[in-house]
């Protein structure tokens, strides 16, 4: 049970450069900012998870640049564990 390996959306098994090129897009569509709170805790989920690569500050599962991600309302966790109380309910 415990030896059960997560497995990302189809939209994040692709290059980097296809996950650049569609992180960019939603940026775009949605540029707001969290909160400095909110960046922190999405952080802090990044930090604690196994998928986070400390040494390039990326995530191995969707490849971005998790202090750059975690700044902006449109992104998301691919695995869904950040909070989203920035979202209106």
């Given at each position: 049970?415990g030896?059960?390996?997560?497995?990302?959306?189809e939209?994040?098994?692709?290059?980097f450069?296809a996950?650049?090129?569609?992180s960019?897009?939603?940026?775009?569509?949605?540029?707001k900012?969290?909160?400095?709170?909110?960046?922190?805790?999405?952080?802090?989920?990044?930090?604690?998870?196994?998928?986070?690569?400390?040494?390039?500050?990326?995530?191995d599962v969707?490849l971005?640049?998790?202090?750059?991600?975690a700044?902006?309302?449109?992104?998301?966790?691919?695995?869904d564990?950040?909070p989203?109380?920035?979202?209106k309910?």
């Amino acid at each position: 049970m415990g030896d059960e390996k997560e497995v990302a959306p189809e939209c994040c098994r692709r290059s980097f450069a296809a996950s650049l090129k569609d992180s960019a897009a939603e940026v775009l569509k949605n540029p707001k900012l969290v909160t400095r709170k909110l960046r922190k805790d999405r952080l802090a989920v990044c930090h604690e998870c196994d998928h986070y690569v400390a040494d390039s500050d990326q995530c191995d599962v969707c490849l971005c640049f998790m202090s750059i991600k975690a700044s902006f309302e449109a992104m998301d966790c691919p695995l869904d564990r950040w909070p989203n109380d920035h979202r209106k309910a």
